[in-house]
Each structure stands twice: as C-alpha cells, then as structure tokens.
C-alpha cells in the first residue's frame, strides 16, 4: 500500500536472561573497564535488522513472528496485560533497540514517548532540550524557536522551563516530553502508557493533542490501560498476548474482546506483591478487594445490598500530603461510570503520616443494574504525580436483580449500565 508508513514484517524480539557475556574475554573486559568508568558498554550495537536462531532455556522471547502495517493519518492502540510486549514493540519502532529477527520498514520521523526522561538530558534545562529534541528530529534552529512558545505554553511548566530538568517532578518531566513530541511535528508520533503520571487534566489535553495530530494527517500509536481513552482517540487497536498479535481490528470489538476475556480478569481480590507497579519510595499498594455488606469475597451480589471496594495501603513517607486513592467503575465495554475518591474522607486532605491504612469506597445498594463491572484502581497526589497508574482490572458481577425501579421491565432487564433508584414526587395538579 502506498499509504503505509510502519510495515512490521516477522518481527521477533528476544532476550538473554541474566548478564549477557560477549563472546570474548577482551570485549567483555572491555564492558567492565566501561562499567568503572561510568561510560556506556561499547559492545552495545542497535540496528534495524538482526537474525538470531539458537535458542535454549537462558533466553525469552518479548515479542514472536510480529506482522503488521500501519496507514499514513492512522491513529492505533496498543493493548494487553503487562509483560505483553508492548512496550518491547514501541522500543523497536523508536530504535531503542533492534529486532532479533524480522524488518522493519518506516517512513518519515519518529518522536517518542517510552518512560520518564527518555530523550532528556538531566543537566540541560527544559529549554535546551527542547532544542537538542529538535535537532534531533533534523529540524533547525529558527524552525525550532517558532514552536518554543507554544511548547512551553501547553506543558504548563513556563516559570521552571530554564531549570534542569533533574530538578523536575515526574508528571512535569512528561508534560514537556509530550508537548516535545507532539508539537516538534514529527510524522510519526509514539506514546507508551507513561502518559499516566500526568494528571487527570493533562491526560484530556495531551488525548486532544493526539487527536488533533492524527487529524493533520500524522500517524499516532497509543499505548494505554486506560481502555476509555483507547476507545475515544482510535478506530483500530491491536491486542497483544505473550507476544503475539491475539486480535487487530475496530477498537470497540477488540476491547470487548479483551475486557471479556476470564484470562484478562482479575477475581474480587488482588494481592500485590513484590516486584509490581504497586510500590513506589513512599507508598505500597497492598490488595484491593470487592467484598458484600459482610466482607464475603465469593457471594452473589444483589443489586438491592451495597458492595464495597477495600484497598489496602502504607505510607512509607514520614507524610504524604494530599494523597487521593480513586475507584474507577467501568462497563465491561470499556465505558467509565463513575470515578470517586477518598480525598475528603481522610480529615478533609491533611496530610497522612506514615503508618498502614484500608480505604473503602462503599457504592449503594439500588444503585447498579444486573451486569458484570470493572474496578481500577489509581493513587495520585493532585496537581504533582500518579503515585500509582491504574491497576489491572478487578471484576464482579451484580446476578440478582432484585429492585426493579421501573415495576416492569419487557426485556426481562432494565435498560441503563446502572439502575439508580432516584426520587420521584408526583402531585395531581387539577
């Protein structure tokens, strides 16, 4: 097609497990007189193309047999559990590092956005690395100065844009990445699942830009948990499992795929250990649990009884001001019902000092319909940083309908993805 800007073909991605020895004694000599140093490992090599066939138990395989193509203007999501390979796959598309075996064919510039200062020099400050962004797109620059105002006027970090950006927070490191990467005009835009330490006000600007980006003819590849944000920015997504493509099609259809999938869901209980996204410095998410009005995790939930959402937590920080534990409510299609937080729960947002804490989100009886539901969980501190993305998915089901506000439903259930029971006042007015 002459419109196809990414063609993947045969793409395999594998890893060695543990260190990786050289083949030699002087290069790897070489690697360790690097080391000391503190310079890079010489015998680190990244191209396009690669061919690696022996394969035994020291060796994983992040991506297998990968074939895909990508239209010019196309805006795509990337979705999947962790460890899918999606972010192995935008690595190889930015020349982060190269294929094991397979091509890939691209036209036009990349910009993107991986992980929190990837593409930054910490000494730089925000304005000179707008410029060496710049530069390293080959663009000049005067034509790099023309778009400094409206790069700095979106990221919003205007008063620290002549600071080093190692003095930076981390939803201000990817306020600038973005506005970097999506207003130096690049044909091909890249953003990994990063985009959730911005905050919530941020996300909706950056999905607006991205938008706008596809629109003007540029091709965006979105990778995200957030299946809401998936369905609003792409038409076409690709699911990814162990691997491998599962599914390539319309958005709604592979996110009703993907949503309904068991091996996708979670039961009413997550225990987070070590080793996940769940601990940060100053904060450990211990286990999030969906329990009835007797704290039982395996009954039948009724829809006249309430349900409670329990998520167990410690502050590790002598204090951490402002923290707000958010329960997100999703339809098992993706779209979001409600979403509420503790932040007034807890002594109107005083700070909360060290120690081990259980927040519970208590949503009502005669509240939600006879359907399956999704929980997410996120842990932020408004207006600086998400302490924790969202979570996997935690599912339950409502089977018993037992109020039925409508008094008769001819379907058998009513309309709606929840079924409040609201007041209603009526008076004989003649």
Sequence with gaps: MSDTIIKLENISKQYRLGVVGTGTISHDLNRLFAKIMGKEDPTLKVGSRNTLNSVDDQYVWALKDINLEVAQGEVMGLIGKNGAGKSTLLKLLSRVTGPSTGAIKVKGRIASLLEVGTGFHPELTGKENI???????????????????????????????????????????????????????????????????????????????????????????????????????????????????????????????????????????????????????????????????????????????????????????????????????????????????????????????????????????????AHKYLIKVVVDVPKDRVVIPQTETISFTISELEYDQLGISLSGLPRGLIHPKLEWEVKKLK
């Design 131 to 369: 410029y060496l962004n710049g530069a390293i797109l080959g663009m000049t620059k005067k034509e790099i100065a023309h778009k400094l105002d409206e790069i700095v006027e979106f990221s919003g970090i205007k008063k620290y844009v002549n600071t080093p950006v190692k003095r930076y927070s981390s939803g201000m490191y990817v306020r600038l990445a973005f506005a970097v990467a999506a207003h130096l005009e690049p044909e091909i835009l890249i953003v990994d699942e990063v985009l959730a330490v911005g905050d919530a006000d941020f996300q909706r600007k950056a999905l607006g830009k991205m938008n706008e980006v596809s629109q003007s003819g540029r091709t965006v590849l979105f990778v995200s948990h957030d299946m809401g944000a998936i369905r609003r920015l792409c038409r076409r997504s690709v699911l990814l499992s162990a691997g491998m493509v599962e599914l390539d099609g319309k958005t709604d259809d592979v996110i009703e795929y993907y949503l309904s999938d068991a091996s996708n869901q979670v039961a009413r209980i997550a225990n987070f250990g070590k080793g996940k996204v769940s601990k940060q410095e100053d904060f450990i998410l211990k286990s999030i649990k969906i329990v009835d009005e007797n704290d039982q995790t395996d009954t039948i939930l009724s829809n006249a009884n309430p349900v409670f959402v329990k998520i167990d937590y410690e502050v590790l920080a002598p204090e951490i001001r402002n923290l707000r534990i958010i329960v997100q409510l999703f339809a098992t299609r993706g779209d979001e019902i409600l979403y509420s937080s503790d932040f007034f729960g807890w002594k109107n947002g005083v700070p909360r000092p060290k120690g081990v804490y259980q927040s519970i989100c208590k949503i009502p009886g005669n509240f939600l319909n």
